[in-house]
């Protein structure tokens, strides 16, 4: 194994947002020391099994980690550290809220070694966070960003969310032109995604919300990359920007099929070309490493086809895209798809053009077998 | 199992008939638990309704037939033959195959409805083969039984002899003996002769894989054994018999069958085919000169097309119409193809009813997922060369230049509606291109309607309309009357300017307007956006008289991947994938299956 890169999830938020659906549980504060005791052993287990591995990259998602106390974000370095090799030059990010960063100790995470923080925003108005559930406003994150800097930080990346219902591609681009005008070095914009089990999803089932039209959703995308690639930010995936050099390495080795491990309940891991992930029910996950044990609730072991398939489907997600030779045998559908102008070639590369990024799961199914 | 003789004076063959849900196979399941042919812990709701469709749908498809052993309050041993009827209008053929195997019928009236359209046409149908009917009254454990007034009614609307009518509940198992005893009593013992030459009528058959056709059989004079050369005497084939046995309802092996009995016979026959319902059997050596009037074969009135969903599913496909036909000798089917659906089957249905069965089995059973498309009824064209010519598929239509006349059939309409109905009734005819012909008061409260219409009209939604606008109160019937030269004309659907020849229907020129906005309106729910734009047009020929859009997909992306979860993008896209499969290329656009049903399922008050 060639190093590996680290997912370490924590479950926990202040409150839930109505488009939600990850595992993330608000109101769990009693959960916060049995957790992350079960982490800090599902850690060590890992460790010692492959015998204290090298790592690349370091990620702490959620939920909002930075909701759990410093000493507890410091324990689970700590078990890292002690039993995996990681490295001084390592990505090690953490994911915060603005909500949670006046009470986190973003000095603190910079001396255990954090060197990225992706703040959730979502939006620049304060009318759709409140909307979608968001318990911040456009002010607070103003402060929490100044925090983050203010500690020595200085990569960062902002969340941003487009495609609200009730959003209007003029309310977009002033969202884009308030965060570019603090220049951080990384941007994530996601077309929201309306999740049946949610409660936006409800809202929508029944009729109460009206879900942006494709059309608007995808000429706010368009003017995102337009105006953004104007203010010197790179777009290297599907749904996201960076300064020059500053792609998210985390990220990265998803995309390029690099082996991870997902530490946390619900967590997902690949190594090896085997993909294995967690139970997602919090409870079991607490007991079962009280007794020692990996809560792995299954596996998959991919076949050559499955990795073909995936190392395309990854891979054009990328902006540089894919090999010429690793879509050999599928010329016809190469073809095609170059003809409907959702692939271009770039040198020995080809990879998707902004229409093929909009329409990315039917150049995928193409190459689905 | 060796038992002593029944003689034929102690033999009874009976049906039961009746209004859907008016409680047949209930009364069935009580009359085989009370005689003990089936023990109580063995009985399953339903026994004769073997096919789960049957139990699920309550209704009863394949006629069969049971032995019961019942001692009489007179002292004596009877054998009762029951023979199950199917009890809606779709299978009247199959219900006049039955009696003519009987001397005697059970015509339950459910104490809550009172006498129904259908109650009506099995009873005239029974009079009509000089059947001696019992009336029974079901469903008095109901609050809402009014035993009192249906017995008016029966003898009013029927002009049967209600006095002495069983009233039970069958449900409760409440007075079934009085049933059984009217059946002693009143139901004559056949006639017919056992030192005659054999003579037996095929009344249904059924495939076994291991014994080849069963043929089940009314024996008139004569008998017969395993051993026996038997003859066919309308197709002239000639078997040797390997069994003979009753439904009790399973099969039971006996020495022999004679005269007065219903039974089965076996004599590895390979082809249904070579046996036909309505054929006399009699003995190679020892024949009868004279055959038993048989039935008139089963004329299907419906057709429409069956394809696979998936094309390499055509053979699998073709051998489950082979051996659904095995035991349903009323379906019909001949290879068609369809530059939309590829290749698939003409069939032939005695109604809608038939279609749906015949389709839910497809699936069910065989587990196929299939297309179905529009329903057509045969129309008699005659072209301006004064060539005439039968056209059960709107595609063989031959050009509007080349027809001179186009005739549909008409079918006569009874329905019987509880007064205040009438109104919405009639506006349904009405729509439905209907001609009123007359209107008669049962009683105070309950009303024939009786309009003549095309039979196209009612095999849409005629009877969903009917339940929905009565609440459910409505009840009909129909017969076919003939046919009637009418303006019709052949409203083709292009989706992306090419015409989907399974979308092609012939509807009556005022009507083709709103049926040609309707079937684009639908399609645009149904069709997916796709890589370009798509023009759904209804048109009369070169002219469009409908037209709506399918816009362009401008987006199918997953934004996000969270944590390393790409199994769960794997997944949607698989999911992706799968509903593309099911759907149909029409030129270069997929159309999902789902739009064909719609279409077909398409109500005009949409």
Redesign the interface.
């Given at each position: 194994m060639e190093g590996l890169s680290l997912?370490l999830?924590i479950p926990f938020c202040l409150k839930k947002c109505i488009y939600c659906d990850?595992t993330s549980f608000p109101h769990k504060e009693a959960l916060f020391e049995a957790y992350t005791k079960a982490l800090t052993e599902e850690i060590k287990i890992y460790g010692k099994k492959f015998n204290r591995p090298k790592v690349n990259t370091i990620f702490f998602?959620g939920g909002t980690p930075t909701i759990l106390p410093v000493q507890k974000i410091r324990e689970i370095v700590e078990a890292i550290y002690s039993c995996f090799d990681v490295d001084k030059g390592t990505e090690m990010s953490i994911e915060t809220n603005p909500d949670t960063v006046a009470l986190a100790d973003f000095r603190a995470f910079k001396e255990m070694g954090f060197n990225r923080v992706s703040i959730g925003l979502q939006s620049g108005e304060d009318d759709l966070l409140r909307f979608l559930g968001r318990t911040h406003t456009w002010e607070g994150f103003v402060r929490a960003y100044r925090l983050v800097r203010e500690a020595g930080f200085d990569n960062v990346n902002i969340d941003l969310i487009f495609a609200i219902p009730g959003q209007t591609t003029k309310m977009w681009l002033d969202t884009l032109q308030k965060v570019t005008a603090l220049a951080p070095e990384h941007l994530s914009l996601?077309?929201?995604?309306i999740e049946e089990k949610t409660v936006l999803g409800k809202w929508v089932e029944r009729k109460k919300v009206e879900p942006v039209s494709?059309?608007t959703?995808?000429k706010m995308y368009h003017t995102a990359i337009c105006y953004l690639k104007e203010k010197g930010y790179i777009q290297y995936e599907?749904?996201n920007f960076a300064k020059e050099g500053l792609a998210c390495r985390h990220n990265l080795v998803?995309w390029e099929r690099g082996d991870?491990l997902?530490l946390g309940v619900?967590?997902?891991?690949?190594l090896e070309d085997k993909?294995f992930?967690n139970t997602s029910d919090l409870t079991r996950y607490i007991e079962s490493l009280e007794q020692g044990l990996p809560p792995v609730e299954g596996e998959?072991k991919l076949t050559e086809e499955e990795i073909r398939?995936?190392k395309i489907?990854?891979g054009l997600?990328l902006k540089k895209g894919v090999p010429k030779e690793w879509l050999k045998g599928k010329e016809e559908a190469t073809e095609r798809l170059l003809r409907?102008n959702l692939l271009e070639e770039k040198g020995a590369f080809l990879c998707l053009t902004t229409k093929g990024?909009?329409?990315?799961?039917?150049v995928?199914?193409e190459f689905?077998e | 199992m060796p038992s002593k003789k029944i003689t034929k004076e102690h033999i009874r063959n009976f049906c039961i008939i009746a209004h859907i849900d008016h409680g047949k196979s209930t009364l069935a399941d009580r009359l085989l638990e009370v005689t003990g042919t089936i023990a109580l812990r063995d009985m399953s709701d339903q026994v004769l309704d073997q096919m789960e469709l049957e139990k699920e749908r309550g209704i009863t498809i394949k006629a069969k037939s049971v032995k019961m052993l019942y001692q009489a309050k007179d002292g004596e041993e009877y054998m009762l033959n029951l023979i199950d009827t199917p009890g809606h209008v779709d299978f009247t053929y199959e219900v006049s195959r039955t009696l003519a195997a009987c001397e005697g019928a059970i015509l339950v009236v459910d104490a809550t409805q009172g006498v129904e359209a259908q109650t009506l046409a099995n009873a005239y149908m029974a009079i009509d083969n000089d059947l001696e009917i019992i009336p029974v009254i079901n469903k008095i454990d109901l609050p809402s039984a009014q035993v009192d007034y249906v017995r008016e009614e029966i003898e009013t609307i029927l002009g049967l002899d209600s006095e002495s009518a069983p009233a039970v509940s069958a449900k409760e198992g409440t007075n079934i003996e009085d049933v059984l005893e009217a059946i002693v009593n009143l139901v004559p013992a056949p006639v017919g002769e056992e030192d005659k030459p054999l003579k037996a009528l095929v009344f249904d058959s059924h495939y076994d894989p291991y014994k080849g056709v069963i043929i089940y059989m009314r024996i008139f004079d004569g008998k017969v054994k395993a051993g026996d050369t038997i003859r066919f005497m309308a197709s002239g084939k000639e078997f040797e018999v390997t069994e003979v046995g009753v439904f009790q309802p399973s099969m039971m092996k006996l020495d022999e069958l004679y005269a007065g009995n219903v039974g089965y016979l076996a004599a590895s026959i390979k082809n249904i085919s070579d046996t036909q319902v309505g054929d006399t059997v009699t003995l190679r050596d020892d024949p009868t000169p004279e055959p038993l009037p048989g039935y008139k074969p089963a004329v299907p009135v419906v057709f429409c097309g069956i394809y696979p969903v998936d094309g390499a599913d055509y053979e699998d496909l073709k051998e489950a119409l082979e051996k659904l036909k095995l035991n349903d000798a009323a379906l019909l089917y001949e290879p068609e193809n369809s530059v939309a659906l590829g290749f698939g089957f003409r069939c032939g249905f005695l109604g809608l009813l038939h279609l749906e069965i015949i389709q839910e089995r497809i699936e069910r059973e065989f587990d196929l997922d299939i297309i179905t498309t529009a329903p057509s009824v045969i129309y008699k064209v005659t072209k301006t060369d004064g060539e005439e010519m039968d056209v059960d598929n709107p595609t063989n239509l031959p050009p509007p230049t080349e027809i001179k006349q186009i005739e549909e059939p008409y079918v006569s309409v009874r329905i019987i509606t509880p007064s205040e109905y009438v109104g919405p009734i009639m506006e349904i005819c009405q729509n439905k291109r209907g001609t009123f012909k007359d209107m008669q008061y049962l009683d105070e409260k309950r009303v024939t309607v009786h309009y003549e219409m095309p039979l196209a009209e009612i095999i849409y939604d005629f009877f969903d309309l009917l339940k929905s606008r009565t609440k459910g109160y409505a009840s009909f019937d129909y017969e076919q009357i003939g046919y009637v030269a009418n303006n019709l004309i052949k409203l083709d659907i292009k989706v992306n300017n090419e015409v989907v020849d399974a979308l092609s229907f012939i509807v009556h020129a005022d009507k083709a307007y709103e049926k040609g906005r309707a079937v684009a309106e639908k399609l645009k729910e149904y069709i997916p956006r796709q890589m370009f734009e798509i023009p759904i047009q209804a048109s009369i020929g070169s002219k469009i008289i409908a037209r709506e859009t399918v816009k362009a997909l401008r987006k199918n992306v997953l934004a996000k991947c969270y944590g390393g979860d790409i199994s769960r993008k794997k997944k949607l896209l698989e999911k992706q994938k799968e509903g593309k499969k099911r759907m149909r290329q029409v030129g270069n656009v997929d159309i999902p299956q789902e739009a064909f049903m719609a279409v077909l399922k398409l109500s005009e008050k949409e």
């Open positions: 997912y999830h990850f998602g996601y077309s929201l995604t494709d059309e959703d995808r599907i749904s998803y991870y997902g619900s967590s997902h891991s690949m993909r992930f998959e398939f995936e489907m990854l997600r409907q990024m909009d329409l990315s799961n039917e995928f199914l689905m | -």
